[in-house]
């Protein structure tokens, strides 16, 4: 296992405030992941960690501070094709049937120009897709699959755009054992190919003895950034408790479901 | 083919072809979103762009174009700011619209609800020369934005959160989408009424959803099966004396019930097939999680 290597900075947020309605959820916090590390965002249910990964991607905005991808100022950063994103599972579901490939095929539009998919960006489709171990699939509905299959989905379309910087959020939520395995060895490959990742969990599980660090969130500010904590005492972690994860959406508005 | 030989018939054929077309290639999107009836309150908005065309004497078709844009905008810019009671300010925007029509075609020097009434429910018949023409361009506009887009609109009305880390202009887009809606609520008003819009944007696509597995076969499914309402509709209104608005509506319906019914033992056999492929047993195969239909509970 890899100590914390010095190198370029692939995310920084430093100072960093966010508000979700009026209710501030982040309190100014720093996080930095440098290339090659693993680095896992840990705490407790609205501790803020899935609200900072989504500043990172812009889909919550911020109110102070500042957040850098690969060195550039996210407002300014366009190269999209470098980050691969796997959004919490519960996000990801449209009102129209579709099939893996083409699920998989919007993650190679940061690469594709215009939106055309060429020979090229299919086959890095098929590849993933082989990667994952969902090739079988390809032409399957994704309603059709069972949560760890629809997850190693968003993450082969995180893949398909060969990304150098992997951000995932929750992705051993409601996994079965045998797609959690499958997931970890993914991962490993794409970090001895030198992608650095940031990994919000709930628990660290198998991806244990991948993690680098560990920064845990506590009310919005950071409240340990260091070594992974030892196994048995992941429960010891400050304000650990065993709610389900999916709870931690208390601060999304409601939908109405006319417009959601 | 007498009905051909008709003109009035033949600007009705084409106006029911071309709505046939760009309401389920719109609606689609708006299924994927979770946002079927957006349609809905977009032809309710448009009421007030018809009654301001009559009192102004100006097109209603390019009044109603022009204001029902402006309301598609506005539910849009709701859906992100006002996220608290968005429902609440959308009620407001439907009604607001539809009284707003109303007011304004009494208002209109010999305007009556009378008037209103051929947008509200339709009037194929009455299509005019200069009414083709606007449905001719807008509907270009609208093929061209669906097909020429429909990768990104993909993305986007899938999942909005992933398509920002493609690097997608989400909320251009997510204006472009409220926008054609808003183009075909008008193209398809003198066709079906702005009342019966939104029927023929949601019901082809539910309908083609019943045989399909994937979003480009339900796409070409739910357009063939939206000419085939229009035309069908048209056709039928010419022979029996029914209103073609409700004719198309209730075909549509009909053909989504012939559908699901026929999607049942489709979608067993189905099931069967990929079990023996994947090697599954088909019953008992993993207890509890997966039910009759192959789906599984997440």
Same mark, same amino acid.
């Not at chain 1, 992705?171 to 079965?176: F, T």
């Not at chain 2, 020097?109 to 609800?113: A, D, I, K, T």
């Given at each position: 296992m890899k100590a914390d290597q010095p190198g370029e900075p692939v995310i920084s947020l430093r100072g960093v405030t966010a508000e979700l309605g009026s209710r501030p959820v982040l309190r100014g916090i720093d996080l930095t992941v440098h290339h090659g590390e693993v680095v896992a965002l840990l705490g407790a249910n609205g501790s803020g960690k899935s609200t900072a990964v989504r500043t990172v991607i812009g889909q919550v905005p911020v109110t102070r501070g500042e957040i850098e991808l690969f060195g550039t100022p996210r407002r300014r950063f366009s190269d999209w094709g470098r980050v691969g994103y796997v959004p919490q599972r519960t996000t990801a579901a449209g009102g129209v049937p579709a099939t893996v490939t083409e699920v998989v095929s919007s993650g190679r539009l940061s690469r594709a120009r215009f939106g055309i998919l060429r020979k090229a960006d299919r086959e890095a489709v098929h590849q993933v897709l082989e990667l994952v171990g969902m090739a079988d699939h390809a032409k399957q509905s994704v309603d059709a699959l069972s949560g760890g299959q629809h997850q190693r989905v968003l993450i082969a379309r995180a893949l398909a755009s060969q990304p150098d910087l992997l951000i995932m959020d929750e992705?051993?939520?409601?996994?079965?054992h045998a797609s959690q395995e499958m997931l970890a060895e993914t991962l490993r490959e794409q970090v001895g190919q030198g992608a650095s990742v940031l990994l919000v969990l709930h628990e660290l599980g198998p991806l244990e003895p991948l993690i680098n660090r560990a920064v845990v969130l506590r009310d919005g500010c950071v409240a340990h950034d260091g070594p992974p904590p030892p196994a048995v005492g992941? $429960? =010891?972690?400050? /304000?650990?408790?065993?709610?389900?994860? $999916? =709870?931690?959406? /208390?601060?999304?508005p409601v939908r109405t479901g006319l417009l959601s | 083919m007498d009905i051909l030989d008709y003109a009035f018939m033949q600007r009705a054929l084409l106006a029911a072809v071309l709505v046939g077309i760009t309401a389920p290639a719109v609606g689609i999107y708006l299924v994927q979103r979770r946002q079927a009836l957006m349609g809905d309150g977009i032809g309710h908005v448009a009421m007030t762009g018809v009654g301001l065309g009559f009192l102004l004497s100006w097109s209603p078709v390019w009044m109603a174009t022009l204001v029902s844009v402006v309301g598609a905008v506005m539910m849009e810019l709701i859906r992100w700011y006002?996220?608290?009671?968005g429902d609440i300010a959308l009620a407001m925007l439907f009604y607001g619209g539809m009284a707003g029509g109303v007011m304004f075609i009494n208002l209109a020097?010999?305007?009556?609800?009378a008037n209103l009434t051929s947008y509200l429910f339709g009037s194929l018949s009455t299509v005019s020369e200069s009414d083709v023409t606007a449905i001719c361009l807008l509907a270009a506009f609208v093929v061209l934005v669906t097909l020429g887009l429909r990768r990104q609109l993909f993305a986007v009305s899938q999942d909005e959160e992933f398509a920002r880390v493609t690097g997608l202009p989400v909320r251009a887009l997510n204006l472009l989408t409220a926008v054609t809606a808003a183009v075909t609520v008008t193209v398809a008003m003198r066709v079906v009424g702005l009342l019966l819009v939104s029927a023929l944007m949601v019901v082809p696509v539910a309908a083609a959803q019943q045989l399909s597995r994937s979003f480009a076969a339900t796409f070409a499914i739910a357009v063939a099966i939206g000419v085939s309402v229009t035309i069908g509709g048209t056709v039928t209104s010419y022979y029996q004396d029914v209103p073609p608005g409700a004719t198309i509506v209730l075909l549509t319906i009909g053909a989504f019930i012939a559908l699901t019914a026929l999607a049942t033992p489709l979608n067993r056999r189905r099931a069967r097939a990929m079990a023996q492929a994947t090697g599954d047993p088909v019953e008992c195969a993993i207890p509890a999680t997966r039910d009759s239909s192959g789906k599984i509970g997440v």
């Open positions: 992705p051993m939520a409601g996994v079965d992941q $429960h =010891a972690l400050p /304000g650990h408790d065993h709610v389900h994860p $999916h =709870a931690a959406h /208390g601060a999304e | 006002g996220r608290t009671r020097p010999g305007g009556s609800n």
